[in-house]
């Protein structure tokens, strides 16, 4: 499925905060968005999937129009995992997961043996199978980035958004969850902090600045010393790694 969200607008009173962006994300294809702290990656997936409405701009799935479809109907075909996944009241971790079934109910329709099967299968893939009873509220900050991200496996989308789903993870399970990712052969936009995993992952890069496309192309294109001391002020050199055969980066602190 093929995401095009043009010339989108998001203003907080007076500030413009995005200034009409525009990414393309084609049918299976990992795209990232990188830049520093501050400069509209999150704000523009948060306008991307409705949770803040842009003053102007257009977001389609294929022929879908987001912004004018009902959140049910979007969710069929849109899962989303964010950074901040705290909760009032309490559910167990299988709870949680089958939660992203709904977009595919009836109103009041329970969970089927269907919806177990596929919320089964999502824990296994994030390796949350021994979680299943556990209480929600009882996790780590990375057991929750987990649990929500299985949601959304068990949501079945035909395209997800990544807002930093890496923070809170140990190293081992950065790796785990972008491969898990990768490895659907869905559509894909993350925004990312770490530029090492993005290059291991992404297919095509935008760079935000400003809130406004700063560059974009394939991450060897993108991420140049040049752009990385513009973007980030801080000096790096890049190198071809010999064992990855991947760029790689060296800062001079």
Do not use: W
């Amino acid at each position: 499925m093929d995401l095009t969200a043009e010339k989108l607008q998001v203003k907080r009173g007076r500030k413009e905060i995005i200034k009409n962006m525009s990414v393309f994300v084609k049918d299976k294809q990992f795209v990232g968005l990188v830049g520093p702290n501050g400069c509209g990656k999150s704000t523009l997936l948060k306008s991307i999937y409705k949770s803040l409405v842009p003053q102007n701009g257009s977001v389609f799935l294929d022929d879908l129009n987001v912004l004018k479809s009902s959140a049910k109907k979007v969710s069929r075909h849109l899962g989303v995992v964010g950074q901040f996944n705290e909760m009032n009241f309490d559910l167990t971790v299988e709870q949680m997961v089958l939660l992203g079934r709904t977009p595919h109910k009836k109103l009041l329709e329970s969970d089927q043996p269907d919806d177990y099967k596929i919320v089964e299968e999502a824990l296994r893939k994030t390796q949350l199978l021994e979680y299943k009873t556990r209480s929600y509220l009882s996790l780590s900050g990375g057991e929750k980035q987990r649990v929500i991200l299985a949601r959304a496996i068990a949501q079945q989308p035909d395209l997800m958004i990544l807002d930093e789903p890496t923070n809170h993870l140990d190293i081992r399970h950065q790796i785990e969850i972008l491969s898990c990712v990768k490895q659907f052969g869905i559509s894909v936009l993350a925004a990312l902090h770490d530029l090492d995993l993005a290059v291991a992952y992404c297919d095509y890069l935008y760079a935000v600045k400003g809130g406004e496309v700063y560059a974009h192309g394939k991450p060897e294109e993108v991420l140049t010393s040049e752009l990385i001391e513009e973007l980030y002020e801080i000096k790096c050199q890049t190198y071809v790694n010999p064992v990855t055969n991947r760029l790689g980066f060296a800062y001079e602190l």
